[in-house]
């Protein structure tokens, strides 16, 4: 499978501040990523689909001024979670498509963010 | 909206015991995937299941897909500590969206 991976793998940050979150196809260029939240003990959450070239698309409740997503190339996707609060804290994980058609998702490691 | 339930939500178990994890999901969908996350880890998959019927194995775990039931088990034999961990399991939702479960945490007792 695919190879993504995520940059930083984890960060602390002061709420106010902003705070972006890279994600990288390693091996593959990667027309389509995801971005999923995650709070502690729960499920993984869609957030929003990354498509390279266009504006993001935003899952109902995601507020897209919030959470500002960039896909300016084939093989990076940035998440970047802006005036950051305490509740915004949470494991992000990325993922790629793969190949158009195919269907399987390939998962990065995850960015745990704490907002202090 | 489709909507994927699991249960148990938790699970603990002894050493060298069976148990299965089901997955419930509430529209159609043709393929299914498990996954396990270690505690601070992302995502392992574990397995795609791509048709009524499939069931796939490996090791110590054994998934199947029921498509007319909207039902996939996944199936620990002979639990070892080393098993502990969440699983989840995600159906696809139009052509690409996932939506995962609501996770099974798994302690498997010495």
């Known amino acids: 499978g695919a190879v993504v991976s995520q940059h930083p793998s984890w960060v602390i940050c002061k709420s106010g501040t902003s705070v972006k979150i890279e994600c990288r196809s390693l091996?593959?260029?990667?027309?389509?990523m995801f971005w999923y939240r995650q709070f502690p003990k729960q499920s993984l959450m869609l957030m929003a689909t990354?498509?390279?070239?266009?504006?993001?698309?935003?899952e109902q409740g995601v507020e897209k001024d919030k959470f500002l997503i960039n896909h300016a190339s084939l093989t990076l996707s940035t998440l970047t979670v802006t005036s950051a609060h305490p509740e915004d804290s949470s494991f992000y994980i990325c993922?790629?498509?793969?190949?158009?058609?195919?269907?399987?998702?390939?998962f990065g490691p995850g960015t745990r963010l704490t907002v202090t | 909206e489709l909507k994927v339930e699991q249960n148990p939500l938790f699970l603990s178990m002894q050493e060298g015991k069976n148990y299965t994890i089901y997955c419930n999901y509430s529209?159609?969908?043709?393929?299914l995937y498990w996954y396990r996350q270690d505690p601070g880890k992302s995502l392992e998959s574990l397995f795609v299941?791509?048709?009524?019927?499939a069931v796939k194995q490996e090791g110590r775990l054994m998934a199947s897909l029921d498509t007319k039931a909207r039902l996939s088990t996944l199936h620990i034999t002979a639990a070892v500590h080393d098993l502990s961990a969440t699983y989840f399991c995600?159906?696809?939702?139009?052509?690409?969206?996932?939506?995962f479960g609501t996770g099974t945490r798994l302690k498997v007792l010495a």
């Open positions: 299941l791509l048709s009524n019927g």
């Open positions: 990354s498509n390279e070239g266009s504006k993001a698309t935003y």
């Open positions: 995600a159906v696809i939702s139009g052509t690409y969206k996932y939506i």
């Open positions: 091996d593959f260029q990667a027309t389509t």
């Open positions: 993922s790629e498509r793969g190949l158009a058609g195919v269907h399987e998702q390939y």
């Open positions: 529209t159609t969908s043709d393929r």
